[in-house]
C-alpha cells in the first residue's frame, strides 16, 4: 500500500507474520522501553515505533555519510536480495552492519558485522 510501496520509501514492519507486498525492513514493536510524561519508564510498541527506530539509524548514517544516496542507504540497511529470492520478505537490520556498508567507518564491532557478512555469500 501507500507509502510503503512508493520507490522512494523505507517501510518498516513490526511484525514478520504478515506477508508483505513490498520490500520492507523488520523492527522491534513490542515492549519498547520508553520514558513517560511523569518523568518514569513504561513500555510501548506498535509500527510507529518501529518505523522510529529505523528513522533514527537512517539519521545516524547520514550524519555519518552525508553524500550517500536514498538507494544506497537502503543497500546500506541491507543489500538488495538476490535474483530468484523473496524480495518481498521483511529484512532484519543489524545497525553495526549498516554502518559497515555505508562505508564512514565502524561504529561497533565491525569484526563480527563484516564475518557474518562473509558467512551468507
Do not use: M, N, Y
Not at 91 to 99: G, H, K, R, V
Amino acid at each position: 500500500g501507500f507509502p510503503a510501496s512508493h520507490a522512494g520509501v523505507i517501510a518498516v514492519a513490526g511484525d514478520a507474520s504478515h506477508a508483505l507486498p513490498f520490500r520492507a525492513f523488520l523492527a522491534p514493536a513490542d515492549a519498547l522501553p520508553t520514558t513517560t510524561v511523569d518523568g518514569g519508564w513504561g513500555l510501548v510498541g506498535g509500527t510507529s515505533f518501529a518505523a522510529a527506530q529505523v528513522s533514527g539509524l537512517v539519521a545516524l548514517l547520514r550524519d555519518a555519510a552525508p553524500r550517500l544516496r536514498s538507494a544506497a542507504v537502503r543497500d546500506a540497511l541491507a543489500p538488495a536480495p538476490a535474483l530468484g529470492s523473496a524480495a518481498a520478505r521483511p529484512l532484519s537490520i543489524d545497525a553495526c552492519a549498516a554502518f559497515a556498508r555505508a562505508g564512514p567507518g565502524c561504529a561497533c564491532g565491525c569484526r563480527l558485522a563484516d564475518a557474518q557478512e562473509t558467512k551468507r555469500h
